[in-house]
Every structure is written in C-alpha cells, then in structure tokens.
C-alpha cells in the first residue's frame, strides 16, 4: 500500500544527544515537509524539500538539521542545539504544485 | 506572517449533536484544507476546498470556502464517538508550496 511511514513511533533521548528521525514515502510525491507539534497547539513547520537535493528552512528550523538524497527520504536529526525537542514530529508529502498534504503517523521524541 | 485563526478552542457536546467550527486569516487563501487528527497519530485530510463560495461535503462533513477567500467552515451533522478528535484547517502560504495550520479545534462528544 502506499503511504508515509515514519519510524519509529516513540523514542527516547538523553539531553545532549543528537538523534534522526525517520520518513519514508513511496507516493512519488516530490514535496515532503518536517513540523512539529507541541500539547494543544497547532503545527510549526520546521523543514521542507520541493525536490532532490534541496530544501528550505521553515519558521522554526534552528536545532535541527535535513537531508534529501532519495526522493523517498526526508530525515530529520534533532541536534543537542535545539533547547526543547520534546514533542510530536509530524512528516508529511505532496505532490509538487498541490497543497494538499498527506501526513505519516508521527514519532513522539521524549529528551530526558 | 500569515496566521490561521481557528474557533472555537475546544466543545463539548452530545452525540447527535450538530458541529460548526470556522478558520479565519488576515490575509486570502486560494485553497482551504480540514484536517482530522486523533490522539497520537496524524492528521488525516478531510477536505479540500479551491474556490471561493465552493461548498463541499464528505459524508456528514460539509465544509464552505468563504467568499472573501479569507475564512472557512467545516460542519459536522449528527455527531458520532468517532467524530472525537482535533479539526485543523490548514492553507497554503502564497508564492511558496508549503501549509500554514491553524490552533485546532478539539471535538470532545458526550456519548
């Protein structure tokens, strides 16, 4: 079937350590996106990539880094430099020109 | 920036019941999306709306493209426990292919 898969769906972290989150789509979608969710609150995003090799920082991209190397991928690492990376990380994907998104079903990163 | 202002926060109600929630912004949208999101998963796209007036249903949802293009609604009939959730309206930022989202509204229903 095809659909966003986001791994793993929790994953804990002591404070310090740098971690990669993943997101794999097989939609052949060109545009895939990172946000995060914090509790009650709407979602910010973080990175986004239109196409291979490229990407572009979004409202609240410091402390976290992204690779697009595969059409398929979008990783994110959370570095030690981000001060709160505690919360729910969303990756999404569209086609290129569409708005509409479609979302994987999250991993909740808990730093201790 | 461009904000998404979602109302209300949260409600309460009885099953049965019908639902409306509203998304307005300050500035004009050429699309209007509603999310669905339950507890820890993502959200799942409910509708899509491309033209300012367009009504468009999805079995008991029925949501509106406001003709300012500067709001939107999404209506819920006889509601249902699975309703439960948080509604999200989302838009995309112009010049650029990425989604600005609103607070949420969070559905609770007394069964």
């Known amino acids: 079937d095809g659909g966003i898969t986001q791994s793993p769906k929790y994953l804990f972290r002591k404070e310090g350590q740098n971690v990669t989150l993943s997101c794999e789509q097989n939609l052949n979608h060109d545009a895939m996106y990172w946000y995060r969710q914090d509790p009650g609150q709407g979602l910010r995003l973080i990175y986004y990539s239109q196409i291979v090799n490229d990407f572009q920082k979004g409202d609240i991209a410091e402390g976290y880094s992204v690779s697009r190397e595969k059409k398929e991928s979008f990783p994110l690492t959370v570095t030690s430099a981000q001060k709160n990376p505690t919360a729910f990380y969303l990756c999404?994907?569209?086609?290129?020109?569409?708005?509409?998104?479609?979302f994987g079903q999250g991993t909740r990163l808990t730093v201790v | 920036g461009q904000q998404l202002n979602q109302s209300p926060q949260s409600m309460f109600i009885q099953e049965g019941e019908d639902v409306s929630m509203n998304c307005t912004s300050s500035?004009?949208?050429?699309?209007w999306l509603w999310y669905k999101q339950e507890p820890g998963e993502g959200p799942v796209l409910l509708i899509a709306?491309?033209?300012?007036?367009e009504l468009t249903s999805n079995g008991r949802l029925t949501a509106q493209f406001g003709i300012t293009r500067k709001d939107s609604f999404l209506n819920i009939s006889a509601s249902i426990p699975s309703d439960v959730g948080i509604y999200f309206c989302?838009?995309?930022?112009?010049?650029?292919?990425?989604?600005?989202f609103g607070q949420g509204t969070r559905l609770t229903i007394n069964p």
């Open positions: 709306l491309y033209k300012a007036g």
């Open positions: 500035s004009i949208f050429n699309t």
């Open positions: 989302a838009g995309p930022i112009q010049g650029a292919q990425k989604l600005v």
């Open positions: 999404a994907s569209s086609i290129r020109g569409s708005s509409s998104a479609f």
